[in-house]
């Protein structure tokens, strides 16, 4: 059984910044490749960061680069999630999520096998 669980969320004024932290466990996780995404009241779940942790590569949403940062830990199953300059439309539920066996990045919410629960941002103005 693998377990994906998010931590950090919280409410923030706009302009300010919040790091989440997703870690991973289970015996048979071997994934390298681990995304966030996040879901407004009202809409659909959205990419907004992903990250081999093996070869470093990221990749970003549009409406989030040059904002937010995906690393990984020194721990090998925990990936982080540094969001600056937050606004209020960044105000969501964000999901770590994990692909098995796979060392491509994705954007697609169907090609991601794990997930964790969820952590609430609020972004306030």
């Known amino acids: 059984q693998v377990q994906l669980v998010e931590s950090g969320g919280g409410l923030v004024q706009a302009g300010g910044s919040l790091t989440l932290s997703c870690a991973a466990s289970g015996r048979t996780f071997s994934s390298n490749v681990m995304g966030w995404f996040r879901q407004a009241p009202g809409k659909e779940r959205e990419f907004v960061a992903s990250?081999?942790?093996?070869?470093?590569?990221?990749w970003y949403a549009d409406s989030v680069r040059g904002r937010f940062t995906i690393s990984r830990g020194n721990a090998k199953n925990t990936v982080y999630l540094q969001m600056n300059s937050l606004k209020p439309e960044d105000t969501a539920i964000y999901y770590c999520a994990a692909r098995r066996y796979s060392e491509y990045l994705s954007t697609y919410l169907h090609e991601y096998d794990y997930w964790g629960q969820g952590t609430q941002v609020t972004v306030s103005s």
């Open positions: 990250i081999n942790k093996s070869t470093n590569r990221t």
